[in-house]
């Protein structure tokens, strides 16, 4: 019962990791454009996964709307511009069902980034959900897939020797970092309070390499370096004064380029070493100016150059993925019977209540016949109704659950068709309104009933 779930977005692969500028939605739109998006195309969950390396739309359509491919929809709400006839076919990839589930782990396991076995991906899949919860939009589809993709992640990193070694971007950035530093040593500027300029903070520190912390929010920055115990300053005081650095590294969710021209210049002639500084770009849209970079004789290393030298050791890496393959591929059916069991779970309630109802209706009409019965009887005969109630419904509720689990799509609308209105749009309510509310677990038999 996975059908309804879908995946549309486009990765590196198809554009490089800093054309990916040009499919991200800026912060300040973003919620608004996604419930916009969600409400519009019929979507009952969606989430927006943004990194290094991709961007994608993760959701989840209503149960009475049909799952149809998304490229030109979505191509639209990520570039803000209709697409040419074809364009979004070619531009967008597009996942469904288990197919989706599996990309999703596949994800956030780092077996589908450009460094195989990426540690930040996680994270970024993780804040993914977040931001889905905080706009309403991660209903029980999204947030068992999330769940699932999350203890997959921590499965891959802790079970297998996937995560040895240098599978990071940040950490790809570094190698460059401690080249420069050999011949220059100094003081690397991280610009930006982000996974990758924390994991470089922890690079740079086990190394005992002294940096600083900068960023737009000051606050924000002093955190970050109290936890070093390094200075810190804002980035307006870095980009009118900065102090001499070899190397800046940057990673911010800036729209704009962060260090430009002047600033470029200026750090120039700054460094000790009297040599232009090493400028690392680890930010999608870029933080510094290239043009400019290229001009005034600074080396500047983009995140199309970091992904290509790790895809270098790609293949190497990929023989250490079989076991971490192999946790994605058990991971599916488990997901499936999840689904099954919460998100369906109020129709087997609903369903077990229906036939206890009718059990109980037909032996109130029986002891009416009966004539006067004394308490005790009545109880033992509610009980007893009950009971063969629960009997009843035992076998079409395992009948159901395995038409789900393990038959074709559209199992469960083709055991709904064959039951008369009224029933019907009854244990359609149980999963999708108010009668959600049933108890979801089978209960027991009574033995003495």
Known sequence: MLDEIGIVGISWRQVGSEALADYSLVGEYRDARLGGFARVEGLAELAYVETCNRVEIVFAAKPETTVRDLRVPAFELLTGVLPSPGEAERTLKAWRGEGACEHLFLVAAGLDSAAVGEVEIAGQVRLARDRAEALGLCGPRLSLLFEEAGRIAA????????????????????????????????????????????????????????????????????????????????????????????????????????????TLARLAGATGSGEPPLAIDMAVPADIDAEASRKLGVERIGMDEIVREAESNREARLLAAADARALVDEALPRLRDKVVDRVYGPLFGALQQHYQDAATTAVGRLAKDLGELDGETRRHLDTWAKSLGRRMAHLPTVGLKGLMRYGPEGSLDAFLKGLDAQRRGLLREAVHGDAGQTNMSEETDDPKA
């Not at 190394?207 to 737009?216: D, E, K, M």
């Not at 000051?218 to 070899?246: G, I, K, N, W």
């Open 155 to 262: 499965a891959v990193r802790d079970g297998t020797r996937l995560g040895e070694g240098s599978v990071s971007l940040a950490e790809v950035a570094m190698s460059h970092v401690r080249r420069r530093l050999a011949g220059t040593p100094g003081t690397v500027a991280l610009i930006g309070v982000s996974a990758m300029t924390e994991r470089a903070a922890l690079s740079l520190a086990k190394a005992q390499v002294p940096f600083l912390v900068v960023n737009r929010t000051r606050d924000h920055a002093r955190q970050l370096a109290l936890r070093f115990d390094v200075p810190s300053m804002s980035l307006a005081d870095f980009r009118q004064s900065p102090p001499p650095v070899e190397v800046v590294l940057s990673a911010t969710g800036s729209p704009e380029p962060v260090v430009d021209g002047r």
